[in-house]
């Protein structure tokens, strides 16, 4: 099946810093999806974007999906970022969101 | 208006027991899912749904057993409860093959001892 592949696994900020989490994916997608997890256990849907670049505030997300990676950008952090960011995938012609093993970011004050 | 939600959110059982979680969307989605999120974190789809057929089943042991009595409603029966069974168990739906993008329930923990 598809691999998905994020990075860093963790990462530690201070607030008000900026931060990139890489979403590597093994073969072409019809569907890609950026979510947070927040400390509460919600997995809230932060984009939707199998290519191009979207932004939503302090958030961005860019997908290249010829070259088969997205990124998400976090601009001048919040201790409320903290959470494991996952990135989900959907293989062309498959029905599965497959998921990365997430990337926790602890954002401190 | 919560457009997937879950019941219960917690669920405390012992080992042996029958349980169900329901699951119900106000999206008009065609396809509903059940993952399973681990100790680790990592989430795994178990099951999936597209108006009321089975179209996924992954390599789950058969005491669970998804039920679908319309296309907004999607429940996990779990017999003979195992500890490792505790786990999170998410409800999603999205349109067919995730066009636009899945929509993710808060989840129910279940804990079993």
């Known amino acids: 099946g598809i691999q998905v592949e994020q990075s860093p696994p963790d990462l530690i900020l201070q607030e008000g810093a900026n931060s990139t989490l890489r979403c590597n994916f093994s073969?072409?997608?019809?569907?890609l999806q950026w979510f947070h997890q927040n400390p509460w256990g919600q997995l809230i849907n932060l984009f939707y974007i199998p290519s191009g670049t979207k932004q939503n505030g302090r958030l961005s997300a860019t997908t290249v999906a010829t070259e088969r990676y997205s990124l998400l950008y976090i601009s001048s952090s919040q201790t409320t970022d903290s959470g494991v960011y996952f990135c989900a995938v959907v293989k062309a012609g498959s029905e599965k969101l497959v998921f990365g093993k997430g990337t926790k970011l602890t954002v401190n004050p | 208006d919560t457009a997937v939600s879950q019941t219960p959110k917690y669920l405390v059982t012992q080992m042996g027991n029958d349980k169900s979680i329901k699951c119900e969307q106000n999206?008009?989605?065609?396809?509903m899912y059940w993952y399973k999120q681990d100790s680790k974190k990592f989430l795994k789809i178990m099951f999936s749904y597209n108006n009321k057929e089975l179209i996924i089943n992954e390599t789950v042991p058969n005491r669970f057993s998804p039920k679908s009595p319309d296309k907004a409603h999607l429940n996990l029966h779990i017999n003979s409860l195992e500890l490792g069974d505790s786990a999170v168990y998410f409800c999603?739906?999205?349109?067919?093959?995730?066009?636009?993008?899945?929509?993710f329930g808060s989840g129910t923990r279940l804990t079993v001892v």
């Open positions: 999206l008009g989605h065609d396809t």
């Open positions: 999603a739906s999205s349109q067919l093959q995730g066009i636009g993008g899945y929509t």
């Open positions: 073969d072409s997608v019809n569907n």
